[in-house]
Each structure stands twice: as C-alpha cells, then as structure tokens.
C-alpha cells in the first residue's frame, strides 16, 4: 500500500539526523530508484528545488533537484573545483522561514553518479552551483547555521528561540553585514 507523503515528511532543524554524515552509495537497485521518486515528490509538494536524503532521515549520499523543469538525481557528489565569489540569500526547506545572504564559490565543478551508476560531472554557476554545495553540506550533516556569519548566527538563534516560545512565523531574511 502506498504511504501516504506530505512535506511534513521534511526533517527539520534540530532532528539530530540533520547532523550526521551520509554514507555512500555502492548499489543502485528498485528501492534507491524508489527513494528517488519519493525525494521528489516530497520535494516538489515543500515546493523546493533541492533536496538530500538527510533531510527525509535517509543517510546516503543521494540528492535530487530542479532547476527550470529539469529533474536530476546525483548520488556521491563531490566538489571538485570551485572559483569566484557570489552572494545569495539562501533557504533550506529543513530551516524554515529563514533566508540567509551568503557569500559562497560562484561557480563549481561536482562529480558524482547518475541513478543509471555512471559518473557524470556537471559544471555550475550561479543558483545551480548554490543549490549543489547547499545539497552536498546537507550530505556532510553541514547547515547553513555552520555557515552564516556570527551576527547572522545570533539572530537565526534567537529568531528560533522566538518560534519555540510560539511568536512570529514570518519569515525573515538576514542580511550579510
Ligand atoms: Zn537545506
């Protein structure tokens, strides 16, 4: 029987499975091409544009994605290269309501796996290239709170300890100072 899916299957902040490293794939077989389908739909019904097995509470190195109607799967992404500099305000469906201005590589280069088990390398630039080194932190139990800067740190912090206390859901958007 089909399992019923909704975005609140989308692990969320303080979920300790966010933290924990993500362990490689060596056999793509019926349930990965399953957990794939499921990433999907999960991701699109968020909606977002990116998601890690983390983030559903599976610890492998798979992550899917679509930018501009293009669904991609990459199982053991490694940045290879990466150069320049681009700063965008950045969300992450496991933090929500919380958009961060971050300064990252703007371009990369990412090897990794089709769900086909070839090794496939893609350049990125840009909002792709954001969204593949945002995936692949997610792979190493890395969160964006690891990478705001110390004032952004404080005001995420403190934004949260807000919610918990049950006040605004707004969102907010920090700057980089
Ligand atoms: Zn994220």
Same mark, same amino acid.
């Given at each position: 029987?089909?399992?019923?899916?909704?975005?609140? +299957?989308?692990?969320?902040?303080? /979920?300790?499975?966010?933290?924990?490293?993500?362990? #490689?794939?060596?056999?793509? +077989? /019926?349930?990965?091409?399953?957990? @794939?389908?499921?990433?999907?739909?999960?991701?699109? #019904? @968020?909606?977002?544009?990116?998601?890690?097995?983390?983030?559903?509470?599976?610890?492998?190195?798979?992550?899917?994605? %679509?930018? +501009?109607? %293009?669904?991609?799967?990459?199982?053991?992404?490694?940045i290879?290269e990466s150069s320049g500099e681009w700063v965008y305000d950045e969300?992450?469906?496991?933090?929500?309501?919380?958009?961060v201005e971050m300064l990252r590589p703007k371009q990369i280069l990412?090897?990794?796996?089709?769900? @086909?088990?070839?090794?496939?390398?893609?350049e990125a630039d840009e909002l792709l290239a954001r969204l593949f080194q945002h995936?692949?932190d997610?792979?190493?139990?890395?969160?964006?709170?690891?990478r705001m800067t110390? /004032?952004q740190?404080?005001?995420?912090?403190?934004?949260?300890?807000?919610? @918990?206390?049950?006040?605004?859901?707004?969102?907010?958007?920090?700057k980089l100072a």
């Amino acid at each position: 029987m089909a399992r019923r899916i909704s975005a609140t +299957d989308i692990r969320v902040y303080g /979920d300790p499975v966010l933290r924990t490293e993500a362990s #490689r794939i060596t056999d793509i +077989d /019926d349930s990965l091409i399953g957990l @794939a389908e499921r990433m999907f739909e999960v991701m699109y #019904r @968020a909606p977002g544009i990116g998601l890690a097995g983390p983030q559903i509470g599976v610890e492998r190195q798979i992550f899917v994605y %679509d930018l +501009d109607d %293009d669904p991609q799967v990459i199982l053991n992404p490694v940045i290879v290269e990466s150069s320049g500099e681009w700063v965008y305000d950045e969300g992450c469906l496991s933090i929500p309501g919380l958009f961060v201005e971050m300064l990252r590589p703007k371009q990369i280069l990412v090897r990794g796996w089709t769900l @086909a088990g070839e090794e496939v390398e893609v350049e990125a630039d840009e909002l792709l290239a954001r969204l593949f080194q945002h995936e692949v932190d997610h792979l190493n139990g890395v969160l964006m709170f690891d990478r705001m800067t110390p /004032d952004q740190r404080e005001s995420a912090l403190a934004e949260y300890q807000r919610r @918990a206390e049950g006040a605004s859901v707004e969102p907010i958007h920090l700057k980089l100072a």
